[in-house]
């Protein structure tokens, strides 16, 4: 006599499908990154890598180590700036650069495939406001364009920056691509900062600065207008 055939929506089923649903995914997501926002608070990650490095860990091996810790904490939500002005100070304006943007990359892909995997599916019905809708469709028919505009504004910030294009449709290699040369104006005037900040009064220290400001009150500017354009759309 043949055995009974095992129910086909069982027990075991209908919990894969609870916790593998988009909506458990993205408590997930949320969990993790109150968990890791929480554990940055506490640590103070910007301090140790500015003050608390170690003596011993230098050469190649110190870039590496940087840009690994960099990306970890802007995932986490901890401030760009004060991670590109501690790679400047620790590295130099050049190596810090590299170093700082290295870390940007890594940093955004993290979050975007964090974002992707665990939120998009839950987060995309909701898009149903007007100038949300306009905003998905900017950044999911021009991705490049629209997240090198992004990079190239400072104050926004990174990690939600990042996490909100993971909700869109647009592909990695835009992403990545926009991210990485967009982001190196900025990146660079920090590192520049951090390096020449034992003397703020130096021509280097000063332009950097400079900069920084004009490009805020630029990106000021262009968020307002950008704003306007999508209610109106």
Not at 22 to 30: C, E, I, Q, T, V
Not at 57 to 70: D, E, W
Not at 152 to 158: A, K, N, V
Request: charged share 10%; glycine share 8%; aromatic share 8%.
């Amino acid at each position: 006599m043949p055995a009974p055939a095992a129910p086909p929506d069982g027990l075991a089923a209908r919990c894969t499908r609870v916790l593998l649903s988009p909506w458990s995914r993205l408590a997930l997501l949320l969990a993790l990154l109150a968990t890791a926002a929480s554990t940055m608070l506490l640590l103070h990650p910007q301090r140790l890598l500015a003050g608390g490095w170690s003596a011993q860990l230098s050469g190649p091996a110190a870039l590496v180590v940087f840009t690994l810790a960099y990306g970890v904490c802007t995932t986490a939500f901890v401030p760009r700036p004060v991670l590109n002005l501690a790679a400047g100070a620790l590295f130099g304006s050049q190596a810090g650069l590299v170093t700082a943007l290295a870390g940007t990359v890594l940093g955004a892909g993290l979050a975007f495939g964090l974002g992707r995997l665990l939120g998009q599916e839950a987060l995309r019905p909701l898009l149903r406001h007007r100038w949300l809708t306009a905003a998905d469709r900017q950044l999911s028919e021009h991705a490049f364009r629209s997240i090198l505009a992004i990079r190239l504004m400072p104050g926004l910030p990174f990690a939600a920056m990042n996490y909100s294009a993971a909700v869109s449709r647009m592909r990695w290699g835009p992403y990545l691509l926009a991210t990485a040369v967009g982001s190196v104006p900025n990146t660079a005037a920090y590192a520049v900062a951090g390096a020449r900040a034992s003397t703020p009064t130096s021509p280097a220290f000063l332009l950097a600065m400079g900069f920084l400001a004009v490009s805020g009150l630029a990106a000021l500017i262009v968020a307002w207008y950008k704003r306007k354009a999508l209610r109106q759309n």
